[in-house]
């Protein structure tokens, strides 16, 4: 199955469901508690839209993720061509597959991504942010809002403001992120959350034959 195809299959699956709600967020929380029982999440799914803007320049991404303890696939859908890249890493290397089928191999998601396609995405520090937590080994300088998450935060040069938060099996995660930083407008929005493993016939699972 090509990527094409995939994504053909992804959005077929995705056609199903419905975007998140705005939930009610019915009690604070404390962080260091929050902030256990988040990073203690090792399996999750997002699907989201990117707003990508340098300077004069700017991108519409569609954004899948799947994150399995330290491993992750991505699927980015936008101005690529044929109209997809698929990168699948961990901390120690990434593939991307452009939308001609070719691999590529590197060592750093960002660069290869910006190497390849012109577009830059603090991919190993998105990882965390996404989920509401700092990026760990980097200093962060977070405020937190009235129910004890995080609410705006620096590190590495971004500015990094959780606009909206959901709840999500009792937990309460961002929908949506704006990130300033490096010449870049990075906006996020995320439409599903699932958290936990996927089904072996979603292509983003990681036993998943694509």
Not at 2 to 11: E, G, P
Not at 121 to 137: A, D, F, H, M, T
Request: hydrophobic share 35%; charged share 20%.
């Amino acid at each position: 199955m090509n990527i094409r195809q995939a994504l053909i299959v992804l959005a077929s699956l995705l056609g199903g469901c419905t975007s998140l709600p705005d939930a009610p967020i019915d009690r604070p929380v404390n962080w260091e508690t929050h902030k256990k029982s988040i990073s203690d999440i090792k399996h999750w799914y997002l699907s989201g839209r990117l707003a990508i803007k340098n300077g004069n320049e700017s991108w519409n991404v569609k954004l899948y993720w799947h994150q399995s303890n330290a491993k992750y696939h991505i699927l980015l859908s936008g101005p690529f061509g044929a109209g997809s890249v698929r990168l699948k890493g961990d901390p120690h290397s990434v593939t991307m597959t452009d939308s001609d089928n070719k691999s590529h191999l590197a060592w750093d998601a960002s660069t290869l991504l910006y190497q390849q396609t012109g577009i830059r995405i603090p991919v190993k520090e998105l990882r965390y942010w996404v989920l509401g937590l700092p990026s760990p080994n980097m200093t962060s300088q977070p405020e937190f809002d009235a129910y004890g998450r995080i609410k705006i935060m620096r590190q590495e040069g971004w500015s990094i403001n959780m606009k909206r938060y959901t709840q999500l099996n009792g937990e309460q995660l961002p929908q949506k992120i704006f990130m300033l930083g490096h010449d870049l407008d990075v906006r996020l929005v995320i439409d599903e959350w699932k958290l936990g493993t996927l089904p072996k016939d979603n292509p983003l699972a990681e036993d998943s034959p694509v």
